[in-house]
């Protein structure tokens, strides 16, 4: 028996076999090594039901690519026969290929070219725990693709760590199949965190001592390309005789089969790779793992605009799926650099690219798709709404969408490209203009990192590229070339790359705000630094295609450069002339200015003679709204109706909803200056806002005034901080031995109660205890100032009347 004959997932392979005979979908849980990548697709060839050919889709290309061949290896063919392969920028495939390998990506091209998927019987979604922006978005395709047109289609999704429950019910309902896997012993050493160390040396120093303890080859897990140079720099001064592999997705495919293939001459090998290798792939050979314990994965900072490569603690699945490595062909080890005590609080799990990417491409796919409702379709985690809406606005504002949502002609040639949305927009325009092949050029700079070099200066990574006579940079041009042909090309003089660049990523244009250089503002309103040490430090304005960092000051690290001149040239159409209004607040009034911007950058400005009378007077509204009412020039008798109107609990007068509404009731009064609102005309706008039962609720809770029992009206200050307050003479109150209350709930009026002078003699809001208690006090005082006044014992008693005592006295005798 072969040792392919030997794996584990033959144990299982008639569960899977019968349940796509009987059904047409299944989830198929294996642990690395067990043989699922390899195995299942070619044993489905033999099946009645399999007419037609057999996709695998697999997360990277270096795994595309390996499992092809692995698989054309053991029917004893080479790929491109039985079995082929197809990524972006390489392919084996013939007219005798029945199984073809292809990236997640290049699947939801295939399916929106062809949603029926005529000629392919079965779609095998491999490492779906991965959850892949492109794997969440093809299974959901499938799916929907399957119960509207192809009821004949199976579908399966593999993983070694799933929850399988979740995909079966997807599926509806599938049968969930397990294997048990071949578990070979793996022993875990904790090497333990060393802070003080860069990961180059801490790396370098774990390699060299796994390199001494064991035998066997040496997988070491770097978070990115950078950090593998820097630890293979070192290994070559402590194991100078060592065979270092690079393995990452930037690698020339010779350099990727080397890693992945024990060494012809038999020499021990330490393959320094990224996080591609930690499923799909067996490392034929290894041993031993070392594991720095840290993932790099690309963000979509919504703040920023842009997407970030962020470096996290690896989680703790992906740390098994590392160690695993080891002990897929035999017993292993692996060592980590953290201690084993903090390994409970790494993350389960990676988070889904769902949930962390730019949803654009996502957006314009369900555009073209033609998905009526999104949070409909079969989704493991569905797109969060708010991330959708921002996708949806870019899309909308490089003509891809509609104001309803519906794509447009623009947007299906760009759909039909294999570029992001920004990219496919920069190469269509530039087509236009008769300069489609230095756009696809510059789209695949993007696109592939390590292209040229990495210069911040893409024009400087461009010249490199087209000089560069590598079968990587060869194999992408020719891909570039294949782009620039699908689209149809203008006439014109052509554009500078800075153009082009701008073109995709118009929100993105910079200006150096200082003359350091370093720092930048782009149209779109955010901050950006530039290294000084950068050769586009001395630029005046950047075409930026590239950043990376928080969305406080991201770097610069792609850029073209470009003079104002070209800017006004180039970017004639995007740059708006408007009115500009600034609050002066120190006048109380709107400045306007007309100025030329450049999204939020000004590139001119000055006062505009004939500005829009209605958007000032919008603008005015709008600042009353956020800064209240106190903007505005009120009458002592409107501040009072606004007083009265909160203590009686009036709605339509509260400062809420006068500043929420201050459109409706403020605006048609409003003019240039706020100051030149007639007091009024303000003051009948608000009693305007209550209807007939409002006013008597108002007199009835708030009435405006007082009257005394000798007859006399007092105006009742409602904004007294000590409560509503009257001021009254205290013989004006004579007879009076109930305390005056108003209001729901009733509450006592406060009493100032004054001389016959005006002087104040007392504050109460117990009437009859006052007269019954200091007002003899007052008596005693008052008497003696006022003799012509009467100051009774009793006052409850006494008729209210403000004569003089002879004159109260002579009245009385008529």
């Not at 290894?286 to 920023?304: H, N, T």
């Not at 430090?537 to 991201?554: F, H, M, N, T």
């Not at 500009?580 to 709107?590: D, G, T, Y």
Request: glycine fraction near 8%; hydrophobic fraction near 45%.
């Amino acid at each position: 028996m072969s040792a392919a004959d030997d794996l584990p997932i033959h144990a299982v392979m008639p569960d899977l076999l019968a349940a796509l005979k009987t059904g047409t979908g299944a989830v198929l849980i294996a642990p690395p090594g067990a043989g699922k990548t390899t195995t299942v697709a070619t044993a489905l060839l033999g099946e009645a039901w399999c007419t037609d050919n057999v996709i695998l889709l697999s997360p990277r290309r270096v795994a595309a690519r390996a499992a092809a061949e692995r698989m054309a290896e053991l029917l004893g063919e080479k790929a491109g026969e039985t079995v082929g392969y197809l990524t972006r920028l390489d392919s084996k495939r013939s007219a005798r290929t029945r199984v073809l390998v292809m990236t997640e990506a290049i699947f939801v091209s295939t399916i929106l070219k062809d949603p029926e998927l005529s000629g392919v019987s079965a779609v095998l979604f491999d490492e779906a725990h991965e959850r892949h922006l492109d794997s969440d978005l093809g299974l959901a395709l499938a799916i929907e693709s399957a119960s509207v047109l192809r009821d004949d289609l199976r579908l399966v999704v593999m993983s070694a760590t799933l929850d399988g429950a979740r995909f079966a019910s997807l599926l509806g309902a599938a049968p969930v199949i397990e294997s048990e896997g071949k578990a070979w012993p793996l022993a875990l050493r904790w090497l333990g965190a060393r802070p003080e160390l860069r990961i180059e040396e801490a790396m370098a120093s774990a390699i060299a001592t796994a390199w001494r303890e064991e035998t066997g080859d040496i997988l070491a897990f770097l978070p990115g390309v950078g950090e593998m140079e820097r630890t293979r720099e070192r290994l070559a001064e402590r194991l100078p005789s060592a065979l270092v592999l690079p393995l990452h997705g930037q690698c020339e495919p010779a350099a990727q089969r080397a890693a992945i293939r024990r060494d012809a001459q038999g020499r021990r090998r330490i393959v320094l790779a990224t996080a591609i290798a930690e499923t799909s792939l067996t490392l034929d050979g290894v041993s031993v793992v070392v594991d720095a314990g840290l993932s790099r994965r690309a963000e979509f900072d919504k703040a920023a605009g842009v997407t970030r490569l962020v470096t996290h603690r690896a989680s703790q699945a992906a740390a098994a799926q590392r160690a695993g490595r080891a002990a897929r062909q035999g017993p292993g080890v692996a060592y980590r650099l953290w201690e084993e005590a903090a390994h409970a609080g790494r993350p389960a799990f990676e988070p889904p690219e769902m949930l962390v990417s730019d949803l654009a491409p996502l957006a314009l796919t369900l555009a073209e798709w033609g998905a009526g409702d999104v949070g409909a379709m079969a989704w493991i985690d569905p797109p969060p709404v708010p991330a959708m809406a921002a996708a949806h606005g870019l899309l909308r504002s490089l003509g891809a969408l509609d104001d309803d949502g519906r794509i447009t002609a623009h947007g299906r040639a760009m759909a039909a490209l294999p570029l992001e949305p920004r990219l496919a927009h920069m190469l269509i325009h530039a087509a236009q203009h008769g300069a489609a092949e230095d756009a696809a050029a510059l789209a695949l700079l993007l696109q592939e990192r390590g292209l040229g070099g990495r210069s911040d200066d893409l024009h400087h990574r461009f010249e490199s590229w087209r000089r560069d006579r590598s079968s990587r940079a060869e194999a992408s041009r020719q891909l570039a070339g294949r782009w620039a042909r699908q689209v149809r090309q203008g006439r014109g003089d052509g554009l500078p790359l800075a153009a082009i660049l701008a073109e995709g990523f118009p929100d993105m244009i910079a200006r150096a705000r200082d003359g350091s250089g370093e720092q930048w503002l782009t149209a779109g309103g955010r901050g950006l630094r530039l290294d000084p040490a950068s050769p586009l430090i001395r630029s005046e304005w950047l075409a930026v295609g590239e950043a990376q960092g928080d969305a406080k000051g991201a770097r610069i690290t792609g850029a073209v450069a470009l003079t104002e001149a070209e800017v006004q040239r180039w970017l004639g159409h995007r740059i708006e002339r408007r009115t500009a209004l600034r609050w002066v607040a120190e006048e109380r009034r709107v400045e306007a200015l007309l100025e030329q911007r450049l999204g939020t950058i000004v590139l001119a400005k000055g006062p505009d003679p004939a500005p829009d009378k209605d958007a000032i007077a919008r603008f005015l509204a709008e600042r009353v709204a956020e800064d209240g009412l106190g903007l505005l020039p009120l009458s002592d008798t409107s501040l009072g109706l606004l007083a009265r109107a909160r203590f009686a609990g009036i709605a339509a007068l509260s400062d809420e909803a006068l500043r929420a509404e201050a459109e409706n009731w403020l605006l048609p009064l409003l003019g240039r200056r706020l100051d030149e609102v007639g007091k009024g005309k303000l003051h009948e706008a608000l009693l305007g806002r209550m209807d007939y039962a409002e006013r008597q609720q108002l007199d009835k809770l708030a009435p405006p005034q007082f009257r005394s029992p000798a007859g006399t009206g007092h105006d009742i200050d409602y904004a007294d901080p000590g409560g509503p307050s009257v001021e009254v003479r205290v013989q004006a109150l004579f007879g009076l031995d109930r305390h005056p209350t108003f209001g729901q709930p009733a509450q006592p009026l406060l009493l100032k109660l004054t001389s016959p002078g005006g002087k104040p003699v007392q504050m109460t809001r117990d009437l009859p205890g006052f007269w019954r208690g200091s007002w003899r006090d007052v008596v005693k005082d008052m008497k003696g100032r006022y003799p012509r006044h009467r100051w009774p014992d009793e006052p409850w008693a006494e008729d209210p009347s403000l004569k003089t005592k002879n004159a109260f006295e002579a009245t009385r005798r008529k």
